[in-house]
């Protein structure tokens, strides 16, 4: 299953989702670059594990001590340093790590943040400092999930446990404490069929990377026209096409 992932973000290394025209509702009050900015401080490190692009790290994340970016694909590096070289900011370091295969320090960072990639409990439990915060945001399994019935595949649509409960317990287990898991719901409004087919992509949404399942390396053409505008037919208000997304965050403290 790895191996499929490092292909897909390899192949979809270039994703830019800026061109796809979509509003984003949120109907949960969970926001983890807002959590993370109020228990951040200019003292804290911070670990951000399958970082992407940096974006978001260059952007978005608080002035702090050290901020650590890593990812085991070395092209979402390349990306991420030539973002920060065009920024001016500072204690930013952007480095390959696999998220399975940690060799930060033990006892080091204050926050570990986990944004949309997959994690290993035990060993941020190791990196984190006594009282270290750790802060996950994840796709779930009903994510789309009308959609995914569908087209009857999808990422984790053959899970038997959803993948927001599998971290939960894997955080318990690794001893941390005052764990919560936190359903996030938003809904997001497609302008056009082309912004939404765009998503679907770019995304995984409909590829299943569910464990024992091939990756079905989603092309175009493999995505059922037919069904697509059954959905939309279904589900379009006042002109925009409604997409129900399943999230979940986690906090977790050392
Ligand atoms: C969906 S993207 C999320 C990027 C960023 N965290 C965000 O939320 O915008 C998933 C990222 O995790 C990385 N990734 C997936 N599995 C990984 C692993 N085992 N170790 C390190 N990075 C991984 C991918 O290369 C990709 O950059």
């Known amino acids: 299953m790895k191996d499929n992932e490092f292909n897909y973000y390899n192949k979809i290394k270039n994703w830019d989702f800026s061109q796809i025209n979509c509003e984003i509702e949120s109907l949960t009050n969970w926001d983890i670059s807002k959590i993370l900015n109020e228990k951040a401080t200019k003292k804290s490190r911070i670990l951000d594990l399958g970082t992407g692009g940096g974006e978001v790290v260059i952007n978005e994340f608080p002035v702090a001590l050290e901020i650590v970016g890593t990812d085991f694909l070395p092209e979402m590096i390349k990306t991420a340093n030539n973002n920060l070289k065009k920024s001016n900011k500072k204690n930013i370091k952007f480095r390959i790590m696999d998220n399975l295969n940690m060799d930060t320090d033990d006892n080091y960072f204050d926050i570990v943040v986990a944004r949309n990639t997959c994690i290993d409990a035990r060993q941020i439990y190791k990196t984190l400092k006594k009282d270290g915060l750790l802060l996950v945001r994840g796709v779930d399994k009903l994510d789309c999930w009308q959609l995914k019935r ?62 024992g399942h091939e990756n079905n390396n989603l092309k175009e053409d493999n995505i ?26 986690i906090i977790a403290n050392k």
Do not use: C, H, W
Not at 187 to 202: G, M, P
């Open 224 to 249: 059922d026209m037919q069904i697509l505008n059954r959905y939309i037919e279904n589900n379009t208000t006042n002109r925009e096409i409604l997409l129900r997304r399943r999230y979940y965050g």
């Open 150 to 211: 569908l087209f009857n595949k999808g990422q984790a649509f053959n899970d038997t446990k959803p993948i927001s409960q599998i971290d939960y317990e894997n955080i318990l287990d690794a001893g941390f404490k005052n764990v919560e898991l936190i359903p996030i719901y938003e809904r997001e409004y497609y302008k056009t069929k082309e912004d939404l087919l765009a998503l679907l992509l770019k995304t995984p949404i409909l590829n299943d990377f569910s464990e």
